[in-house]
């Protein structure tokens, strides 16, 4: 059952990681959009083939504004819900299969 625990754990710190990750990726995407940079520059256009995938689902919302656009708001929502609920989930999961102990 330790290793169970183990893989749990490690688990919640890969899906932490990833959440870390691509909440700085859209931090960058962000940044990106509001400073005058090429569009077409190839560390802009990895921002933007990495998280739109997470952002498309919620243009379909009605979420501007005016001249604001609300998506990045609730993508941010969305990936800390995530990362916290099922990080925590992962975590008592390892702890009861006897991992830390």
Known sequence: MFIFGELFHSLAIL???LCQILYWMLMGRILVSWLPIDPYHSIVQFLVQATEPILAPFRRLPLQIGMLDMTPLLAFVTLFFINR????????????????Q
């Open 85 to 100: 609920v099922v990080v925590r989930i992962l975590v008592g999961l390892a702890y009861r299969f006897g991992a830390g």
């Open 15 to 17: 899906v932490n990681g």
